[in-house]
C-alpha cells in the first residue's frame, strides 16, 4: 500500500509533465499513464506526444489539459465548430470522422475488458456502422435561455461551468432546429420577454426546445417558462406563426423549480397541433412535447434494422420487448415475429404504444403496464412462454431482478441494444453463466460526441 500512496504521490496540482496518448476513454478523452497513474486529457488522441499541466488529482487518477502537443496524431483535423472547445456538447469534433468510427468500437473493447470476463479475442465485435454525411443530424434542440448586456441568449452552459454558451450555428443540429431557436430567441427580445436568470431564480422564460420532423418536415416549439402567465401570449404565437410558417405546433411547459431538470408537470398547447408527425421506415409516430424519440432518426433505422436482424426471427416467434417505451423496437420487429409482447413501468408510454400499434393495424402486438421481472414469471405460470428477448435499457443498463427472471425463464435468443458500453458489458457478464455472445455491431447514433450504440446478439448456451 505504502508503494503505491508513494507512486501517485509524485504528481502535483498544476505539475506540467509530458505523457504520451494510448487510447480514448469513454468520455472522449486522451488517455495517457505518468509513472503507472492514469491521466485523463481533454481533446487529446492517440498517439499524441503532449505537455500536459495537472488540473484534478484523485488517488487513483488524475486530469489534465494539454499545454503543448509535441507530436500530432494523423487523424488530428480542424473541429467544424467555432465554440468547441467551450460548449462540451461535442468531444470528438477534432478526430476525422473515419477514426471516430475506430476509437468507438475500441471503447466498446475497453468496456468489455474492464467489466467482463469474455475472451475479446475469440469475440466477434464488428467495425461501427456510421453516417455517410455525420453533421446536422439532431432532430431536437433544448437551449437555455440567458441574458448578457440586455441580449437575449439561447445555448448550452459551457463545459464544467455555469457560463451561458450562446449558439447560433450547431453543427450537429438539424439546421430547421437551429433556424427556429433564433427565430424565437428574436421575438423574445423584441418583445422584451422577461428572461430566466438561473442564479437569481427570476425571469420567465428558461429554456426553447425545437423538435422536427426530419423525414416530414414539420415542426414543434416549446417555450419551458417558471410561471403560468405569459405576457404578450397572442403577440409572441402571431410572430412565430409569420416569421415560422412551418410550425405547426406551438406548446408551453411551466418549470417553476430550482432544477437542472428541463421539463415541469404542466403542458399545454398554445396553438396548432398538440405533437408533430415523424415517420422512421413504414412506421409513422406522433411526438408530443414530452415524448421520448430517438434524436437520430436515419441511424435509428440502422439500428433497429441491426436489432431485427440479430433477432432471426422466421415469423414465429413470440419475442418480447422489455422497456418498450412508445413500441418502436417492438412494432419494428412486428411483421417478423409471430406476437409480440412489451412491456413499461410508464403507463403513458404504453398508452402510446397501444395507439402505435392499432394505427399500423399489428393485431398480435400487446403492450403493458408493469415490470420484466413480474410480469415474464406470471405469462410463464399461464402458459406463455417467449423465444425471444430484446432490450433498449437506459444508461442504467437493465435491472439486476430482470436479469435473473432472464436467467431463470431461459428465452433462446437475447438481443441486447446499448447505449453505454460499460453497463452493457456488466450485463452480458451477468448473462455469460447461460449465454453466449455471438457478436456485436456497434453503431454510431452521435456522430463527434463519445457516445457509442451498439446492438449484441446472445444466444442459449
Same mark, same amino acid.
Given at each position: 500500500?505504502?508503494?503505491?500512496?508513494?507512486?501517485?504521490?509524485?504528481?502535483?496540482?498544476?505539475?506540467?509533465?509530458?505523457?504520451?496518448?494510448?487510447?480514448?476513454?469513454?468520455?472522449?478523452?486522451?488517455?495517457?499513464?505518468?509513472?503507472?497513474?492514469?491521466?485523463?486529457?481533454?481533446?487529446?488522441?492517440?498517439?499524441?506526444?503532449?505537455?500536459?499541466?495537472?488540473?484534478?488529482?484523485?488517488?487513483?487518477?488524475?486530469?489534465?489539459?494539454?499545454?503543448?502537443?509535441?507530436?500530432?496524431?494523423?487523424?488530428?483535423?480542424?473541429?467544424?465548430?467555432?465554440?468547441?472547445?467551450?460548449?462540451?456538447?461535442?468531444?470528438?469534433?477534432?478526430?476525422?470522422?473515419?477514426?471516430?468510427?475506430?476509437?468507438?468500437?475500441?471503447?466498446?473493447?475497453?468496456?468489455?475488458?474492464?467489466?467482463?470476463?469474455?475472451?475479446?479475442?475469440?469475440?466477434?465485435?464488428?467495425?461501427?456502422?456510421?453516417?455517410?454525411?455525420?453533421?446536422?443530424?439532431?432532430?431536437?434542440?433544448?437551449?437555455?435561455?440567458?441574458?448578457?448586456?440586455?441580449?437575449?441568449?439561447?445555448?448550452?452552459?459551457?463545459?464544467?461551468?455555469?457560463?451561458?454558451?450562446?449558439?447560433?450555428?450547431?453543427?450537429?443540429?438539424?439546421?430547421?432546429?437551429?433556424?427556429? @431557436?433564433? %427565430?424565437?430567441? +428574436?421575438? /423574445? =427580445?423584441?418583445?422584451? *420577454?422577461?428572461?430566466?436568470? !438561473?442564479?437569481?431564480? #427570476?425571469?420567465?422564460?428558461?429554456?426553447?426546445?425545437?423538435? @422536427?420532423? %426530419?423525414?416530414? +418536415?414539420? /415542426? =414543434?416549439?416549446?417555450? *419551458?417558462?417558471?410561471?403560468? !402567465?405569459?405576457?404578450? #401570449?397572442?403577440?409572441?404565437?402571431?410572430?412565430?406563426?409569420?416569421?415560422?410558417?412551418?410550425?405547426?405546433?406551438?406548446?408551453?411547459?411551466?418549470?417553476?423549480?430550482?432544477?437542472?431538470?428541463?421539463?415541469?408537470?404542466?403542458?399545454?398547447?398554445?396553438?396548432?397541433?398538440?405533437?408533430?408527425?415523424?415517420?422512421?421506415?413504414?412506421?409513422?409516430?406522433?411526438?408530443?412535447?414530452?415524448?421520448?424519440?430517438?434524436?437520430?432518426?436515419?441511424?435509428?433505422?440502422?439500428?433497429?434494422?441491426?436489432?431485427?436482424?440479430?433477432?432471426?426471427?422466421?415469423?414465429?416467434?413470440?419475442?418480447?420487448?422489455?422497456?418498450?417505451?412508445?413500441?418502436?423496437?417492438?412494432?419494428?420487429?412486428?411483421?417478423?415475429?409471430?406476437?409480440?409482447?412489451?412491456?413499461?413501468?410508464?403507463?403513458?408510454?404504453?398508452?402510446?404504444?397501444?395507439?402505435?400499434?392499432?394505427?399500423?393495424?399489428?393485431?398480435?402486438?400487446?403492450?403493458?403496464?408493469?415490470?420484466?421481472?413480474?410480469?415474464?414469471?406470471?405469462?410463464?405460470?399461464?402458459?406463455?412462454?417467449?423465444?425471444?428477448?430484446?432490450?433498449?435499457?437506459?444508461?442504467?443498463?437493465?435491472?439486476?431482478?430482470?436479469?435473473?427472471?432472464?436467467?431463470?425463464?431461459?428465452?433462446?435468443?437475447?438481443?441486447?441494444?446499448?447505449?453505454?458500453?460499460?453497463?452493457?458489458?456488466?450485463?452480458?457478464?451477468?448473462?455469460?453463466?447461460?449465454?453466449?455472445?455471438?457478436?456485436?455491431?456497434?453503431?454510431?447514433?452521435?456522430?463527434?460526441?463519445?457516445?457509442?450504440?451498439?446492438?449484441?446478439?446472445?444466444?442459449?448456451?
Amino acid at each position: 500500500m505504502k508503494k503505491e500512496q508513494q507512486t501517485t504521490a509524485k504528481l502535483q496540482l498544476k505539475q506540467t509533465f509530458p505523457l504520451t496518448i494510448k487510447r480514448l476513454g469513454i468520455n472522449g478523452e486522451g488517455v495517457g499513464y505518468f509513472k503507472r497513474q492514469v491521466v485523463f486529457v481533454p481533446g487529446a488522441l492517440p498517439g499524441e506526444e503532449v505537455v500536459v499541466e495537472a488540473t484534478k488529482v484523485h488517488p487513483k487518477f488524475a486530469e489534465a489539459k494539454i499545454k503543448k502537443i509535441r507530436k500530432k496524431s494523423e487523424h488530428r483535423i480542424k473541429p467544424l465548430c467555432p465554440v468547441y472547445d467551450q460548449c462540451g456538447g461535442c468531444q470528438l469534433q477534432h478526430l476525422r470522422y473515419d477514426q471516430q468510427l475506430n476509437e468507438k468500437r475500441d471503447i466498446v473493447i475497453q468496456a468489455l475488458e474492464r467489466h467482463s470476463k469474455l475472451k475479446i479475442d475469440a469475440l466477434d465485435i464488428r467495425p461501427t456502422i456510421g453516417m455517410e454525411n455525420p453533421w446536422g443530424y439532431r432532430n431536437k434542440s433544448q437551449f437555455q435561455v440567458g441574458e448578457r448586456d440586455g441580449k437575449v441568449l439561447a445555448g448550452l452552459y459551457g463545459l464544467n461551468s455555469h457560463n451561458l454558451i450562446n449558439i447560433e450555428q450547431c453543427a450537429v443540429q438539424h439546421p430547421a432546429t437551429t433556424k427556429a @431557436t433564433e %427565430v424565437v430567441k +428574436g421575438i /423574445l =427580445q423584441d418583445l422584451k *420577454i422577461p428572461i430566466y436568470n !438561473e442564479r437569481k431564480h #427570476k425571469g420567465l422564460v428558461r429554456t426553447i426546445v425545437a423538435r @422536427t420532423g %426530419v423525414k416530414t +418536415g414539420e /415542426l =414543434q416549439i416549446v417555450l *419551458i417558462t417558471t410561471k403560468k !402567465e405569459l405576457p404578450k #401570449k397572442d403577440i409572441i404565437i402571431q410572430e412565430i406563426k409569420k416569421r415560422l410558417p412551418e410550425v405547426n405546433s406551438i406548446v408551453q411547459n411551466v418549470n417553476g423549480e430550482k432544477t437542472s431538470v428541463i421539463f415541469g408537470k404542466d403542458t399545454a398547447t398554445l396553438e396548432g397541433s398538440d405533437f408533430i408527425q415523424e415517420t422512421l421506415g413504414d412506421l409513422q409516430f406522433e411526438l408530443s412535447a414530452r415524448t421520448f424519440f430517438q434524436l437520430n432518426p436515419e441511424q435509428t433505422v440502422k439500428l433497429y434494422n441491426e436489432a431485427k436482424s440479430a433477432a432471426k426471427l422466421t415469423g414465429k416467434e413470440k419475442l418480447v420487448d422489455a422497456y418498450c417505451g412508445v413500441g418502436t423496437i417492438g412494432l419494428w420487429m412486428a411483421d417478423q415475429a409471430g406476437e409480440v409482447r412489451g412491456m413499461d413501468v410508464i403507463p403513458e408510454s404504453i398508452d402510446d404504444a397501444k395507439k402505435n400499434a392499432e394505427k399500423h393495424g399489428v393485431q398480435h402486438a400487446k403492450f403493458y403496464v408493469g415490470k420484466a421481472e413480474e410480469l415474464l414469471p406470471k405469462w410463464l405460470n399461464e402458459g406463455w412462454r417467449h423465444d425471444v428477448i430484446v432490450v433498449d435499457p437506459p444508461r442504467t443498463g437493465c435491472d439486476q431482478e430482470f436479469l435473473k427472471t432472464v436467467l431463470k425463464i431461459k428465452p433462446k435468443t437475447f438481443v441486447y441494444v446499448s447505449c453505454n458500453p460499460s453497463t452493457l458489458a456488466k450485463d452480458i457478464h451477468t448473462l455469460g453463466s447461460h449465454y453466449k455472445v455471438e457478436y456485436i455491431q456497434p453503431v454510431d447514433m452521435f456522430p463527434h460526441t463519445s457516445q457509442i450504440e451498439s446492438v449484441t446478439r446472445l444466444v442459449l448456451k
